[in-house]
């Protein structure tokens, strides 16, 4: 898994384990069906068994494989659109290539995130590159959209191309866990990724037995989904596995442990850590477009129909 990783977690910044903390106890474990999406690629969607009053401001978090395509199987999202929230792309294997009406695009590869603030609207494709689509390869990512307050929902639309050197890296105390923050604050450490909403957003990696308390703000919510490998999570040590979504209740820590024997394939448990303060607004959603009223998806569809959130343009000829 090229994500971001360092040669030496023990010269990272530490996790302090917060002393008398409370550990967020699990106030449940659910299974992300599979789901297409697309052209017809699979996702595992991890928010779909579980009551979105508790993901919010969260509205979505998809895993894209991991898979290894043949040569010509590749597939993605052609040109759509979206409107009222944003986007975000994780990369951890492979290379998806992202462009939009707004300008914005680039290869997202390796350990990158494209941070897409669709806002008023927005249209954009993610595809895979030609290089995939001709030589085939392997393929993981997760994409997370995050909901923006009733003020932001007209907001220009904006793009951020975080490359994966720009995350902070972080260590748990014995050197066992290493931790990239995307966005928001996590122990101290500020994440590269630009939120409106109050954010934190992390991808953790987990050596087999090994342990990891985090600081976890109170006043956010507290989800970890398992992107590969076994372990246990909350004081209770509830066991969880890929393609498992973990719900917390309050507290001031997040804890998971991996287990100590992993599959073969799998090094360490690989998980995000994701949480926010929650919007707790009416939400009227309809596919690409997340608004507070019906009234305002209705006029979402007529301004996509009409052009008004704007095309992709024609990309230069190659001579």
């Given amino acids: 898994m090229p994500a971001v990783t360092p040669h030496d977690p023990l010269g990272l910044p530490r ?3 917060p002393a008398g903390a409370i550990a967020r106890p699990v106030f449940e474990v659910v299974d992300a069906p599979t789901m297409l999406e697309g052209e017809g690629f699979q996702v595992r969607r991890a928010f779909a068994g579980m009551d979105l009053r508790f993901a919010d401001p969260f509205l979505l978090l998809d895993h894209m494989g991991a898979v290894e395509y043949a040569p010509g199987e590749a597939k993605g999202a052609p040109d759509h659109p979206h409107r009222g929230f944003e986007t975000v792309t994780y990369m951890l294997d492979g290379k998806i290539k992202h462009r939009d009406s707004n300008g914005g695009g680039g ?9 897409m603030t669709a806002g008023a609207g927005i249209v954009h494709s993610e595809m895979p590159t ?11 990512g997760v994409q997370l959209w995050v909901n923006l307050p009733q003020t932001q929902k007209w907001s220009p ?3 951020q191309d975080i490359g994966g050197e720009k995350v902070s890296l972080l260590s748990s105390g014995d050197g066992g866990a290493v931790v990239r923050v995307i966005a928001g604050d996590l122990a101290g450490h500020e994440g590269p990724g630009s939120t409106r909403t109050p954010i934190t957003y992390a991808h953790a990696s987990v050596s087999p037995g090994a342990r990891l308390r985090m600081p976890w703000r109170p006043d956010f919510n507290a989800l970890l989904y398992v992107l590969a490998g076994r372990g246990s999570v909350g004081a209770e ?7 498992q979504l973990a ?9 998971v442990q991996a287990d100590p024997r992993q599959d073969s394939n799998v090094g360490s448990l690989e998980v ?5 303060q929650p919007i707790r607004e009416q939400i009227s959603w309809y596919g690409p477009f997340v608004m507070n009223t019906k009234q305002e998806i209705l006029q979402a569809i007529e301004d996509y129909q009409a052009g008004r959130m704007g095309a992709i343009p024609a990309e230069p000829s190659a001579g």
């Fill in 247 to 255: 719900v917390f209740g309050d507290g001031d820590v997040m804890e």
């Fill in 237 to 243: 040590g509830r066991p969880i596995a890929e393609g």
């Fill in 130 to 140: 030609e290089e995939i689509v001709v030589k085939g390869g392997l393929f993981h």
């Fill in 272 to 276: 995000l850590l994701l949480g926010g």
């Fill in 157 to 159: 639309p904006r793009y």
């Fill in 15 to 17: 996790i302090e384990d």
């Fill in 107 to 115: 290869i997202i590869t390796d350990g990158a995130t494209q941070w």
